[in-house]
């Protein structure tokens, strides 16, 4: 999904301040503006293409290598969105993402979830597979979209989840009202691979399977992006309901036992501000880190922790603090195995511009300043881990619009830690 924000925070010695939390809320909305010109202008960094579209040169930087994955008009789909990204134990790369049908507006709309494979690092990509399509799957019904994937990787069994928001009509962000049912409100819904990526299993509804999912919310599905495993074996995907008032929150589900049955923990930030389409890292003590979009348009990211308890839906959250400037818009956060936390997200607090990798070493207290990883108009984004420790990431980007591509970027953990001092 889309939404936008004002009032950067001050970046001291390259860390954004953790403050208190503002009111409000947002509308789905985000383009770019003056600027990203005046950092086109300034000065650009470059890349070196291999496979996919051509690059254009005036991204070329010696230590990062991309590739155009999907661009709009490809295969005769209106727009590319919403990208998600793992590594399986195999090393291959598993790219998920919307397929816009006819314009690139969100759900309800014509939408399935494609994916693309890589085997070698996303030097290559196998051809587009759609894996999620409900007019296919839901016989003499029209109106079925599905979007705003998530994929999660199994390390223990090798297979790969990927969750998503099935729309029946209008069921979807605004139109969902309370119950459980498809023709109520939309659904949470799964699909499973357990060769690697290439095929894939029917769809999968968890929502009346739920353990603490309201029927008087509104709407329940996941994060857009990408899930995690815990060192236990635990399975988490961010998640956002809205309540019954229609107030939007984050949280998260998990799975102790491969993903059969899941449980939903309590909303991060109980009242205000709204918050959505959060992503989760698993912090060196054990305990979750959750980076949320704040829909009151503070021009800054939500973050709260969360600490388990024995009884593991009984966790408590600590009081949330906002830094780091955001424009509203969905973010990636992944922890390295090296130790750092990784962020990325547009560089603004108003403008969706200038994609920016931040590292952590304090798990999330404070952050580098990060460095441009591309200037133009980039939206969301997601990374992971490759087999050989570097870094990849996959977003939206383009040179008038942050939606015309989405684009692979891979580098060295030490391009991005240069920033650290």
Same mark, same amino acid.
């Given at each position: 999904?889309?939404?936008?924000?004002?009032?950067?925070?001050?970046?001291?010695?390259?860390?954004?301040?953790?403050?208190?939390?503002?009111? &409000?809320?947002?509308?789905?909305?985000?383009?770019? &503006?003056?600027?990203?010109?005046?950092?086109?202008? &300034?000065?650009?960094?470059?890349?070196?293409?291999?496979?996919?579209?051509?690059?254009?040169?005036?991204?070329?930087?010696?230590?990062?290598?991309?590739?155009?994955?999907?661009?709009?008009?490809?295969?005769?789909?209106?727009?590319?969105?919403?990208?998600?990204?793992?590594?399986?134990?195999?090393?291959?790369?598993?790219?998920?993402?919307?397929?816009?049908?006819?314009?690139?507006?969100?759900?309800?709309?014509?939408?399935?979830?494609?994916?693309?494979?890589?085997?070698?690092?996303?030097?290559?990509?196998?051809?587009?597979?759609?894996?999620?399509?409900?007019?296919?799957?839901?016989?003499?019904?029209?109106?079925?979209?599905?979007?705003?994937?998530?994929?999660?990787?199994?390390?223990?069994? /090798?297979?790969?989840?990927?969750?998503?928001?099935?729309?029946?009509?209008?069921?979807?962000?605004?139109?969902?009202?309370?119950?459980?049912?498809?023709?109520?409100?939309?659904?949470?819904?799964?699909?499973?691979?357990?060769?690697?990526?290439?095929?894939?299993?029917?769809?999968?509804?968890?929502?009346?399977?739920?353990?603490?999912?309201?029927?008087?919310?509104? =709407?329940?599905?996941?994060?857009? /992006?990408?899930?995690?495993?815990?060192?236990?074996?635990?399975?988490?995907?961010?998640?956002?309901?809205?309540?019954?008032? /229609?107030?939007?929150?984050?949280?998260?589900?998990?799975?102790?036992?491969?993903?059969?049955?899941?449980?939903?923990?309590?909303?991060?930030?109980?009242?205000?501000?709204?918050?959505?389409?959060?992503?989760?890292?698993?912090?060196?003590?054990?305990?979750?880190? =959750?980076?949320?979009?704040?829909?009151?348009?503070? /021009?800054?990211?939500?973050?709260?922790?969360?600490?388990?308890?024995?009884? =593991?839906?009984?966790?408590?959250?600590?009081?949330?603090?906002?830094?780091?400037?955001?424009?509203?818009?969905?973010?990636?956060?992944?922890?390295?195995?090296?130790?750092?936390?990784?962020?990325?997200?547009?560089?603004?607090?108003?403008?969706?511009?200038?994609?920016?990798?931040?590292?952590?070493?304090?798990? &999330?207290?404070?952050?580098?300043?990060?460095?441009?990883?591309?200037?133009?108009?980039?939206?969301?984004?997601?990374?992971?881990?490759?087999?050989?420790?570097?870094?990849?990431?996959?977003?939206?980007?383009?040179?008038?619009?942050?939606?015309?591509? =989405?684009?692979?970027?891979?580098?060295?953990?030490?391009?991005?830690?240069?920033?650290?001092?």
């Amino acid at each position: 999904m889309t939404r936008g924000s004002q009032g950067s925070p001050r970046l001291v010695g390259g860390v954004g301040p953790r403050r208190r939390l503002s009111m &409000g809320f947002a509308a789905r909305h985000g383009t770019p &503006g003056s600027f990203f010109r005046m950092l086109f202008l &300034g000065g650009c960094a470059l890349f070196a293409a291999t496979a996919g579209h051509a690059a254009d040169d005036h991204l070329k930087q010696p230590e990062v290598v991309r590739t155009i994955l999907r661009r709009q008009g490809d295969d005769t789909v209106h727009t590319y969105r919403i990208p998600g990204l793992a590594t399986t134990p195999a090393g291959t790369l598993i790219a998920v993402f919307d397929v816009r049908h006819q314009n690139s507006g969100d759900l309800p709309g014509d939408i399935d979830v494609g994916m693309m494979r890589s085997t070698d690092d996303g030097n290559t990509w196998s051809p587009m597979q759609i894996i999620l399509d409900f007019d296919k799957e839901e016989k003499d019904t029209r109106g079925n979209g599905v979007g705003d994937p998530a994929v999660l990787v199994d390390r223990t069994t /090798g297979h790969i989840l990927v969750a998503a928001l099935w729309s029946r009509g209008n069921r979807a962000w605004n139109g969902s009202g309370p119950g459980l049912t498809p023709e109520e409100t939309g659904q949470f819904v799964l699909t499973r691979s357990a060769d690697d990526g290439k095929t894939w299993s029917k769809p999968i509804n968890i929502t009346q399977k739920i353990t603490g999912r309201d029927p008087k919310w509104r =709407l329940c599905f996941n994060g857009p /992006g990408s899930g995690i495993q815990l060192r236990d074996g635990t399975l988490v995907f961010a998640a956002q309901f809205r309540d019954a008032e /229609g107030t939007p929150h984050s949280c998260f589900i998990f799975s102790t036992d491969g993903g059969d049955t899941w449980t939903i923990s309590p909303p991060a930030i109980p009242a205000r501000p709204p918050t959505s389409e959060s992503q989760i890292a698993e912090l060196a003590d054990g305990s979750l880190l =959750l980076s949320m979009r704040d829909e009151s348009r503070s /021009g800054t990211r939500a973050w709260a922790r969360f600490t388990w308890k024995d009884d =593991l839906a009984k966790g408590t959250w600590g009081e949330p603090w906002s830094a780091v400037a955001d424009p509203t818009c969905m973010a990636s956060l992944i922890r390295h195995p090296d130790g750092p936390l990784l962020f990325s997200n547009p560089n603004s607090a108003k403008e969706r511009v200038a994609l920016t990798i931040r590292t952590s070493m304090d798990d &999330g207290t404070t952050w580098s300043s990060g460095r441009v990883l591309d200037p133009r108009p980039c939206a969301y984004s997601c990374m992971t881990v490759l087999s050989d420790g570097s870094i990849g990431v996959l977003y939206e980007c383009g040179d008038t619009s942050n939606i015309e591509t =989405l684009t692979f970027a891979r580098f060295p953990l030490e391009w991005v830690r240069a920033t650290d001092q």
